[in-house]
T-cell receptor
Framework: SQQGEEDPQALSIQEGENATMNCSYK?????LQWYRQNSGRGLVHLIL?????REKHSGRLRVTLDTSKKSSSLLITASRAADTASYFC????????????FGTGTQLKVEL | GAVVSQHPSWVICKSGTSVKIECRSL??????MFWYRQFPKQSLMLMAT?????????EQGVEKDKFLINHASLTLSTLTVTSAHPEDSSFYIC?????????????FGDGTRLSIL
């Protein structure tokens, strides 16, 4: 089955609120990445966290990784309407070459 | 930097037609590119890994004779959907990894929406 499962599948919040998305995976990873996809477009890389890291920040984004629970979370603080998109986690498996295995994705809608 | 261009962005054609999609890395060399397929409101499924100068590596269940991949240069990979049928209609996305070993992110094209009538 697919490596990554994300929840929630869909999330609707008001502008200014924080959005948290979770990702779980099943096997050992080299790193985990988060991507954003606007409707009908390609993916944009947001942040990469390695298996030996626990937390990373980039602007309004905060990613955590718990390898013991095989899970990661993406927090977007002070959300904006422009953050409306689908967000995917993707893992590079240990010994899996450079292939990305994508999660199911979370559709985020930020309303004014 | 790290721009990937995909062309065309939208194709509509008749059943039985072969369609070629191009993926170019504009400002870096990519020895490896990836082709994905995405159905509406679903995740990306890796179809194949395209290696410059050698044969592509296909994922299980992907017909290599149906989806021909050519990676003739360090900046260009092509995916040809041969004798396309309505069930091949989908959103196809390519990506390329920037050089630098492990842990480099992939950079994605904007995708090609393929509609077979």
């Amino acid at each position: 089955s697919q490596q990554g499962e994300e929840d929630p599948q869909a999330l609707s919040i008001q502008e200014g609120e924080n959005a948290t998305m979770n990702c779980s995976y099943k096997t050992s990873i080299n790193n985990l990445q988060w991507y954003r996809q606007n409707s009908g477009r390609g993916l944009v890389h947001l942040i990469l966290i390695r298996s030996n890291e626990r937390e990373k920040h980039s602007g309004r984004l905060r990613v955590t990784l718990d390898t013991s629970k095989k899970s990661s979370s993406l927090l977007i603080t002070a959300s904006r309407a422009a953050d409306t998109a689908s967000y995917f986690c993707a893992t590079v498996l240990t010994g899996g070459g450079n292939k990305l295995t994508f999660g199911t994705g979370t559709q985020l809608k930020v309303e004014l | 930097g790290a721009v990937v261009s995909q062309h065309p962005s939208w194709v509509i054609c008749k059943s039985g037609t072969s369609v070629k999609i191009e993926c170019r890395s504009l400002d870096f060399q990519a020895t490896t590119m990836f082709w994905y397929r995405q159905f509406p409101k679903q995740s990306l499924m890796l179809m194949a890994t395209s290696n410059e100068g050698s044969k592509a590596t296909y994922e299980q269940g992907v017909e290599k004779d149906k989806f021909l991949i050519n990676h003739a240069s360090l900046t260009l990979s092509t995916l040809t959907v041969t004798s396309a049928h309505p069930e091949d209609s989908s959103f196809y996305i390519c990506s390329a990894r920037t050089p630098g070993g492990w842990g480099q992110p992939q950079h994605f094209g904007d995708g090609t929406r393929l509609s077979i009538l």
